[in-house]
């Protein structure tokens, strides 16, 4: 099995019957979707949050009650990968465009696990370019603002135009390079009108999963504050 799929099943692991459990997006979580398809099918009890309208259909696929962000208080494990995570817990997500959904449904929930292959476990953030979340209106004026911090902002394409979220807005990828100063630029990215969500998850998981060859290894945040 890769690295990505022993690390799912291993935070599968952490499912417990009549949860309300956060179902994350991209290839990585991929795994945990199909995991908890196995589970519900042998009689796991549970309601999911999809993070993206691809991972509620994925989802629906196996059978795994959904239900809305908005029928639920509160969400016990919210359960997902990362494009980058370094030594401090913090994390670069959203190369799949769900950033924004990604993030509530991770503040929402009591627990938090990211899950990874070996690749993505890094001595400094900022290789993968950081996403961010952005109004179409005025999208230009976004843009020439990240320009002016020297963001290297690029606004995310398709083939018949720009890439749009689930929440019909663009995504722009800012090519800053490894080693960027986390705390100013998040703070100058909530400054600017239009900005609605950045690609940094600081310090939000209770652990880490990481597939390393055949095996994997269970990371504790023991800096996280909530329980």
């Known amino acids: 099995m890769t690295e990505k799929k022993n690390a799912a099943i291993k935070a599968a692991e ?9 179902l994350g997006t991209g290839s990585t979580a991929y795994y945990v979707i199909e ?25 629906s696929g196996f059978n795994i009650p959904l239900v809305s962000i908005d029928e639920v208080e509160r ?5 997902d990968g990362v494009d ?16 924004f959904r990604e993030k509530m449904v991770a503040a929402l929930a009591d627990r938090v696990i990211w899950i990874m292959d070996s690749s993505k476990v890094v001595d400094a953030i900022g290789t993968f370019p950081l996403p961010v979340e952005i ?22 394409l398709k083939s018949d135009g720009p890439f749009l979220t689930d929440n019909h807005n663009y995504i722009v990828d800012l090519h800053i390079g490894k080693g960027f100063d986390i705390k100013y630029v998040s703070e100058q990215l909530k400054a600017i009108p239009g900005v609605l ?21 269970v990371i504790e945040n023991p800096g996280k504050l909530r329980q």
């Not at 969400?75 to 359960?79: E, G, M, S």
Request: proline letters at 1%.
């Open 197 to 217: 969500e950045t690609g940094l998850f600081l310090n939000m998981c209770d652990r880490i999963i990481v597939g390393i060859k055949d095996e994997v290894k």
């Open 135 to 156: 109004l179409t209106y005025g999208y230009n004026h976004i843009l020439r603002k990240l320009e002016l911090l020297s963001l290297s902002p690029v606004l995310r």
């Open 14 to 22: 952490y499912i417990e019957d009549n949860m309300t459990v956060g």
């Open 84 to 99: 980058e995570i370094d030594g401090g817990f913090n994390a670069i997500k959203g190369g799949g465009g769900a950033l």
């Open 75 to 79: 969400i016990d494990l919210a359960i």
């Open 35 to 59: 995991r908890v398809g196995e589970l519900v099918k042998h009689g796991l009890n549970i309601k999911a949050v999809a993070t993206s309208l691809s991972t509620a259909n994925i989802a």
